[in-house]
């Protein structure tokens, strides 16, 4: 199995702003995704993470507002950008693995974002 | 579309009952279906993946069924316990996973 290190787990932001989150792996990857986690809701897919080329985004969600990097394989940035309160969620980042049979994907444990 | 629906959206048992978690999904043509673990603060844990071509899948008290033609899936644990509380998530892959929203589950002791 991958170890998927996220950070910050957790952070506080102020509207406008923007946050950076990380995802760290262990061991190199095949896919690197970054998913989203609204309160009482189900994970819905923000993009594929690309490595050295733009990420492939999901439908309702846009480069500008949640840029995203992945400058080798075990390394990748979700960007979330002028902030607002409908942003606050939990954001996730996934991996499959070549070791991994089936296309299991791993998770590391999220970054619960709060934006006032 | 792929649509995936979790019932019940939350259950309390007492400890030692076998329990059931259904998913169901509206697009039959699927590459697995996978079933996960969240706990707070800690992302999610795969528990069990199933091909498309696979009826079913066990690990220690979990068992997962799938029945493609019907758009279902059962998770059956067996013998809960306290530390099996959780909320536990199904998805489906195309794509990408599609996700329902999840069973909230108490096991009281």
């Known amino acids: 199995s991958a170890v998927i290190s996220q950070k910050p787990s957790r952070d506080i932001c102020q509207r406008g702003t923007s946050l950076t989150i990380q995802c760290q792996v262990d061991s190199q990857v095949t896919m690197m995704f970054w998913y989203r986690q609204q309160p009482g809701q189900s994970l819905t897919l923000i993009a594929t993470?690309?490595?050295?080329?733009?990420?492939?985004?999901e439908s309702g969600f846009v480069i500008d507002k949640f840029p995203i990097s992945r400058p080798n394989l075990t390394f990748s940035t979700l960007t979330v950008s002028n902030m607002s309160p409908e942003d606050s969620s939990i954001y996730l980042c996934?991996?499959?693995?070549?070791?991994?049979?089936?296309?299991?994907?791993?998770f590391g444990s999220g970054t619960q974002l709060s934006v006032l | 579309k792929q649509e995936v629906t979790q019932i019940p959206a939350a259950l309390s048992v007492p400890e030692g009952e076998n329990l059931v978690l259904n998913c169901s999904f509206t697009?039959?043509?699927?590459?697995?279906l996978q079933w996960f673990r969240q706990d707070p603060g800690k992302g999610l844990t795969s528990l069990l993946l199933?091909?498309?071509?696979?009826r079913e899948q066990t690990s220690g008290r979990l068992n997962a069924s799938l029945d493609k033609s019907s758009g279902r899936s059962t998770l059956y644990i067996a013998a809960s316990q306290p530390g099996d509380s959780a909320t536990y998530l199904c998805a489906v892959s195309g794509y990408a996973l599609n996700f329902g929203k999840g069973t909230s589950l108490l096991v009281t002791p």
């Open positions: 697009d039959s043509a699927i590459y697995n």
């Open positions: 996934s991996v499959t693995t070549p070791q991994a049979s089936n296309e299991k994907l791993f």
């Open positions: 199933i091909q498309s071509s696979q």
């Open positions: 993470a690309n490595q050295g080329s733009e990420a492939t985004y």
